[in-house]
């Protein structure tokens, strides 16, 4: 628990210095942006220091570390990706959680060390409110489950394609299949395609007057669909908080979240890595607020 914590401080040290790094870039070359290969070379000069267990952090088989952290940074809304490679600093915004008006600072230069808070962005040193105040919701926007199906029924057409395996949300669990004559007559599924680059497509698909009708899934609305595929057959998702010391905890989910949930989540807890992270150290006074954050998701608390 120790080494995360310190992954956590130096995570935020990284986070800073990289912004402060476009800025003075984007001065030196008169641009307002600045192109991914001036920034990671810098970056990896600093984590050719570093030990294993920090970089260990950035667990992405794909790109380097200092490509992770950048993509991290966009993501948590600390940079944005002007595209073709070029990356600016968005302004300073507080992210306020409804649980004891925690104000979190994204994208800002100040730190402040707070032994009750374990996440990638900062704390405000002062309570003096200077800088725009967005909801959880503004900061990352999440379609709500019930309504998702409705959405996805309107998009079907024919489904004309060689199903390779299937996923099924039945029994109260989610289960791969490759047999599309267990597919009941009006039950929902996801169809696996494999193209002939040896990658897969998703679509949401549904069995009507024994035909297979569906709609291609886009890679970032995968994990959302599975839990609106969940919500409609009663199939629960559950999290567990496990006690550590000094008042923080441990938040461990059985299966990945959705992006727009990570994101809130990485705020005000420290992921175990950087690529689907399943493990979380959180503060037990942010126990409502992670709650506040999963209600989008129907997750519920292992009692």
Request: a neutral charge; glycine letters at 4%.
């Amino acid at each position: 628990m120790l080494e995360q914590l310190l992954v956590q401080k130096k995570l935020q040290h990284y986070i800073t210095y990289v912004k402060n790094l476009i800025i003075g870039l984007a001065e030196e070359f008169q641009t307002e942006k600045v192109h991914y290969r001036r920034i990671l070379p810098v970056i990896d000069r600093l984590f050719s220091h570093e030990n294993k267990e920090f970089l260990s952090f950035f667990n992405g088989k794909k790109n380097r570390e200092s490509l992770q952290l950048l993509q991290l940074m966009h993501q948590q809304g600390e940079i944005i990706n002007e595209g073709k490679g070029y990356y600016s600093v968005l302004p300073t915004r507080v992210i306020q959680f409804p649980e004891e008006e925690t104000n979190i600072l994204v994208s800002s230069y100040d730190f402040m060390s707070n032994e009750s808070y374990c996440g990638l962005a900062q704390l405000p040193i002062n309570q003096q409110i200077i800088y725009p105040v967005l909801k959880p919701d503004d900061y990352s926007y999440r379609p709500v489950l019930t309504g998702i199906m409705s959405i996805l029924e309107k998009k079907l057409s024919l489904l004309n394609l060689d199903i390779s395996e299937m996923i099924r949300f039945i029994s109260g669990r989610q289960q791969k299949t490759s047999l599309v004559t267990n597919i009941k007559e009006g039950e929902w599924f996801i169809a696996i395609h494999e193209t002939p680059f040896n990658s897969k497509n998703f679509y949401v698909a549904l069995k009507r007057d024994n035909t297979i009708y569906g709609t291609y899934i886009l890679k970032q609305n995968y994990l959302r669909i599975c839990f609106a595929l969940c919500d409609y057959y009663g199939i629960e998702n559950k999290y567990t908080v496990n006690p550590l010391i000094n008042g923080l905890v441990e938040i461990y989910f059985n299966r990945q979240l959705p992006r727009e949930e990570l994101s809130l989540l990485n705020l005000i807890a420290l992921p175990n890595c950087y690529e689907n992270p399943k493990k979380f150290i959180t503060h037990e006074l942010q126990l409502g607020n992670i709650q506040s954050i999963l209600e989008s998701l129907k997750l519920k608390e292992m009692e």
